[in-house]
């Protein structure tokens, strides 16, 4: 029997965070609700509760929302017509199914959805994806995974987590599909001399929950050495522990010169093929710069949110080196599937279920944003 009412975490605006109860929705054919497992908190989050709201496209964050873009549950309804079109792979979907929510929205009628591969770079919903560019002032209100249950719109889609996925597998789906879509954009550059491809070096900056995941990617297509930077011993190790070879701990060394000197000493004075940036800071871009080999490759990842500007030397830094870059600011749909399919085939060896250190009731909301912002912690989650 459905609920009257639903529980969601709404931020008003930046820095604020509130408990609210809204009318538990109704469904059509086209649409869907899911009850919530778990909701990760991601650092575009943290980005807005700091106050750092503009989103690719300069799209703005809709206030009041329901944040949670990184959505894992159990489908509860489903319109006839959803059950038979809503599933990434065209699979039947049913009440009791366990899905990941595709938080991005395309029209899948303008002239991006259908010649760009897969990206939510749609011309109608310019900045509309679940979490923060729907807001919740409207009804059916919830469009965020912080809450109890999520209303799934027509235009949304969900992937089917397989069994033997756990739980808090699943919730990394969305985030692990941005490495994902990373490298294969990286690796179909390889056969022309840039790129990356088995066996090159790979630099880290910052290892949070994206780079983490990045590592797991790298070691998955294998990665020669892998060297992660961040201030955070706890993060350090786990990145050690998920498959990093060398760590810089830049509190420890705080010379950027000397980080460079650094990685060109691990890296035989070349520099590696391969530097991401995970960081969500400008300033991390002239050093990754620098790291990069002659023809490497630098992906920039992080920087989701508009951070400001930096100052580079486009001469020595990108054209001296023929170094390519690429900027990933989102996820294949795609991606969601073969993601999951990983996680099924390599979890009992890389554990990704372990790359959630903490799980929060709703009514714990300003406890789990300071664990999320704070140097212990991995990725945090809501479970409802």
Known sequence: MAPRSVKAIVMPSPGKLEVREFPYPSINENSAIIKVELSGICGTDKHMYK???????????????????????????????ASKIMEINAEPLKPGDRVVLVCDIRCENCHSCRNIYGFPVCEKNVGVSYGHGISCKDPPHLFGGWA????????????????????EAAVLTELLAVPYSAFGRVMNL???GNGYGPGDNVVVQGVG??????????????????????????????????????????AEIKSSEERIKEVKYLTGG???ELVIECTGVPDAVPEGLEMVSQFGTYLIEGLYIDMGDVKINPQRLIMSKNAT???VNGQTYQSYGKCLKLMKKYNNKVRFDEVV????????????LRTALSKNSMKVTFKP
């Not at 106050?51 to 509860?76: K, L, N, S």
């Open 51 to 81: 106050g750092e709201v503009i989103h690719p496209r300069e799209a703005p964050t809709r206030f009041p929302i329901i944040p949670g873009h990184e959505v894992v549950g159990e489908i509860v309804e489903i319109g006839e017509r």
């Open 190 to 192: 390889w056969v022309y």
């Open 270 to 272: 070349r520099g590696a």
């Open 325 to 327: 870059i690429i900027a």
């Open 148 to 167: 109890e249950y999520v209303y799934v719109i027509p235009e949304a889609r969900l992937a089917k987590v397989p069994n033997g996925v756990p739980v």
């Open 209 to 250: 929950p994206l780079g983490l995941l990045n590592i797991i990617m790298a070691r998955l297509t294998g990665a020669g050495d892998i060297i992660a930077l961040d201030y955070v011993d706890y993060r350090l190790k786990m990145a050690e522990e998920f498959g990093a070879d060398y760590t810089i701990n830049m």
């Open 357 to 368: 250190t903490h799980k929060f009731k709703l009514e714990q909301a300003q406890e789990a």
